[in-house]
């Protein structure tokens, strides 16, 4: 089982961050229900258990959908405070997450600046809780979990994930221009030759962009 998030409060005091307004929290909660929420199915028989065919599946395109893969898959552990940028289209907005990803599950306690809770996603291979006064009750958790774990976990099994759906994930790594960008790793996510999703992996940052969608956010490791 996942401990649970430690508090964070005293980590935010020392730091600025854009302050959210009643208006922007009403924005934010629009954007984010835009580019998360698509079709969602109930239920698909997996290939044994690297899936949870009991969770819905995620519509990585109009027609084509993934279920989420099993917390053993995490491609390492992660554990801290990070900032999260997000636009989409012409508009963008800030918040704070203090994420745990781990073979035991995904866990993202998200904030202002303040250390005001703006909701909570959990993910136990099981169950996905989506815990919030802020969002609509109706945005699924589950494709949130799913763009992390785009991020976070094994390449081989996010590979085989998708080619299961009839589509592709690529790597990019090793290139002189990646590397001298700061760059580890780019991930890709096509539908034949229509690229999807881009994943940029950075030391401490990861950026992700659905061009399908239209949204981008990027995920920063603070400093505690």
Known sequence: MMKKARPVVECLRSRRVLSLSKHETTFIIIILSLFLVSCASTKKVADGNKTSAKLRSVYVTNTKKVNLLQPAAAGGVFEGLQLLNGSFGNSSFSLMSYSQIDAQG??????????????????????VIFDSAYFPKNLPGEYIICDIQNAFYEKAALRENYENAGLEFEVWNGSDEIQAAGVSETRLIKDGKKLIEEIVIKKDTVKIKNYLRGYEYSLTKLEE
């Open 106 to 127: 995904i866990s993202l306690s998200l904030m202002n600046d303040f250390g005001t809770d703006m909701g909570n996603v959990f993910y136990d291979g099981d169950k």
